[in-house]
């Protein structure tokens, strides 16, 4: 009934769809980590798209057909369980995407720090001032520009594809292969030489958890689900025409920088574009490294503006359900939930203190990125139990998608899903071996990921309470 009334035109075919997930998911900040495992990163790709990234984008298709009011996550959960939890779920979203910013722009301000000073990158990328200057700055000018209303077009989205994700991808991976074709020696070996790596270690395989995030985010596009052509067809076709294409990237990206540099030749946020450096200088075109950099940095901030409101938009949902306090529902003249935009903003520039409290920019990236991650699959293992209740609740509500199979289909999906998100929230709190020189300490390691995570789920309970402890009175 609901997609019925909001129906939207069907615009997108095969390949359109495809390039919309492409465009919203692919990113070269992950390949580093799994570049550590070299030939096992195959392993771990292959098995994040099957047991991750499939299962949660044809959930979020029917989801997103079925109940497609603004929301998304929060109208599911809420729907199934209950506003407490939508609002839970909604407020992990909304809080793993403000510890997203601070990894993202880690990884833009490595790429600028070696556009705008090749010879002092390295110490700029490991100089943790330099890192929360950029990132904050960056990211609060990107609010500023969302307050005026210019958030990231389909435009300025693509051109950051490009130039952050295609050019340097594509060119990482041809210089890899002319490389190894004219006989320049490989680390690939060095690096890991298990196509499937020993898993009864976790503290070996936690990079892996990366890989999960690098595939997040497929629920925000699922929105498009009910503007595709022919759904039932195109649309799972479209997931694996993106996850083939993506898989490509990430594969072959992480090799390359595995045949380029030897284990410990580079850091977690500077990876790519000192393999892209090292390629170059083989032919004597170093000078482009600064290019590549220049346009890396430029996709992220690009990214990262295109994505500074999304995140206040469930929210802002859960606040006309009364969640959260009336004021939050202020907007602007240009419709910018702008409360909730500078809370957003001031916990961001919390969240940068742990680089200055870290031992290491490495480690401080790494930990907020696993922290980001956890909560993100907390959101996704709620996410697959409200679409088994859904199904059970409102079994003749559907909208333009279902998952193939029907009650199996569905069933299986979920189950494959929640288990790989549970087994990589538990593989997070493993310290991996690969960090041992940057000074992280364990114990710290595991404080600082139960604190995070514990606060994530509590807060928006704790705010619920004194809802209604208010309301009460």
Known sequence: MISDQVAAPRVLGLFGLAMINIVAIASLRDLPQMASYGVGAIFFYVLAALVFFVPVSLVAAELATAWPERGGVYIWVREAFGKRWGFVAVFLQWFQNLCWFPVVLTFGAASLAYAIAPGDSEALANNKTFIVSIVLTTYWAAVLFNF???????????????????????????????????????????????????????????????VWLAFAGMEMTAAHAREVKSPGRNFPLGIMLAAMIILTIFILGALSIATALAPGEYELQSGVIKALKHMLSRYKLDGWARLFA?????????????WIVGPSKGMLASTEDGALPPTLLKVNQNNVPTHILLIQSAVVSIICLAFLLQPTVASAYFMISVLTIQMYLCVYVMMFLAALRLRQKHPNHSGRFR????????????????????????????????????????????????????VAIASPHLIGFRRQGRHAH
């Open 294 to 306: 220049l346009g890396m940095a430029l996709g992220v901030f690009g990214s990262v503006n295109a």
């Open 403 to 454: 998952i193939p199979g029907g009650k199996f289909g569905l069933w299986s999906t979920c189950i494959i899903g929640g288990l790989g998100s549970l087994f990589a929230i538990i593989l997070g709190f493993f310290p991996p071996d690969q960090l041992e020189s940057s000074g992280m300490n364990s114990q710290s390691f595991i404080l600082f990921l139960a604190t995070g995570l514990s």
């Open 148 to 210: 005026r209303g210019l958030s990231g077009s389909a435009k300025l989205s693509a051109l950051g594809a490009f130039s952050g994700v295609f050019i340097p991808g594509i060119t990482l991976i041809i210089l890899a292969g002319v490389g190894l074709a004219t006989g320049y020696p490989s680390r690939l070996l060095e690096n890991g030489n298990q196509v499937i790596p020993d898993i009864s270690q976790f503290s070996n395989i936690t990079f892996a958890v990366s």
